[in-house]
C-alpha cells in the first residue's frame, strides 16, 4: 500500500513539474526580447484622400504632416488634372475613377489646380 502511494504521489509530482517547466518556456519564448541590431517595423505611412467631383476639390485645403501619401481620385464623368503651381507635383490626365498619389515629403504650402478647368483650386499644407 506504502508503494502505492508513493508511486502516485511521484508521478503527479513529475507531472507537475513537467507542466511548470512546459509553461515557463512557453513564456519565454513568447517574451523574448528583440536581438540587437534588429529595428522594429515602421509605422505605416499616413495617407489623406482628396475626391475630385463635381468639378471642384474636395476637402478643397488639406493639411497634413511630412511623409504623407496623398490621393486626388477623380469621380467626374470628364477629365482632371492635377497640376501645383510651383511643380512639385503633376499628374497626367485622369480618366473617370483614376487616381494620382503624391507623397508630401516637404514643409511648405502646395497651392493646385486643374490645368484643363483653371477655376478648379486646392491646397496642401504640409507641416
Known sequence: MIATRTSKTSRRRA??????????????????????????????????????????????????KAGTQITWTNGDDIPH????????????????????????SKPGTYSYSCSIHPNMTGKVVVE
Open 81 to 104: 488634372t492635377v497640376v501645383s503651381g510651383d511643380q512639385a507635383f503633376k499628374s497626367k490626365v485622369l480618366g473617370t475613377g483614376e487616381k494620382f498619389t503624391f507623397t508630401a
Open 15 to 64: 507531472e507537475w513539474i513537467f507542466c511548470l517547466a512546459f509553461w515557463t518556456m512557453a513564456a519565454l519564448i513568447s517574451f523574448q526580447a528583440v536581438p540587437s541590431g534588429v529595428a522594429a517595423a515602421p509605422a505605416a505611412a499616413t495617407k489623406a484622400e482628396v475626391k475630385i467631383d463635381n468639378f471642384s476639390f474636395s476637402p478643397e485645403a488639406l493639411t497634413v
